[in-house]
């Protein structure tokens, strides 16, 4: 993901982000099935627009090439 100075909803410019959050939480589903370690969950970014509410999450690039060769993911034509 580029870094990116406005929001695409609303053309805000008062975004946040934290990276490095795990995509498996304890109780939750594995967002990114085949993307992670057998130890480890993948990785994901998080922005946010304080002016529209806004939040994307971007797949790290690690998780990104794990995903490439998982079976769990088919690429769309």
């Known amino acids: 993901m580029k ?3 406005n929001c695409p909803e609303c053309n805000g410019t ?3 982000s934290q990276g490095d959050i ?3 939480g304890g ?5 990114l099935p085949g993307a ?3 130890f480890s969950s993948a990785k994901m970014k ?3 627009c304080a002016d529209c509410g806004l939040i994307r999450y971007f797949a790290s690039q690690d998780a990104l090439r794990r995903m ?3 079976d ?3 690429r769309l034509l």
């Not at 109780?27 to 967002?31: E, V």
């Open 46 to 48: 998080a922005v946010v």
């Open 27 to 31: 109780y939750g589903p594995d967002l």
């Open 72 to 74: 769990k993911w088919k």
């Open 36 to 38: 992670g370690t057998l």
């Open 22 to 24: 795990s995509v498996r």
């Open 68 to 70: 490439a060769g998982s």
């Open 3 to 5: 870094d990116q100075k």
């Open 14 to 16: 008062n975004l946040y």
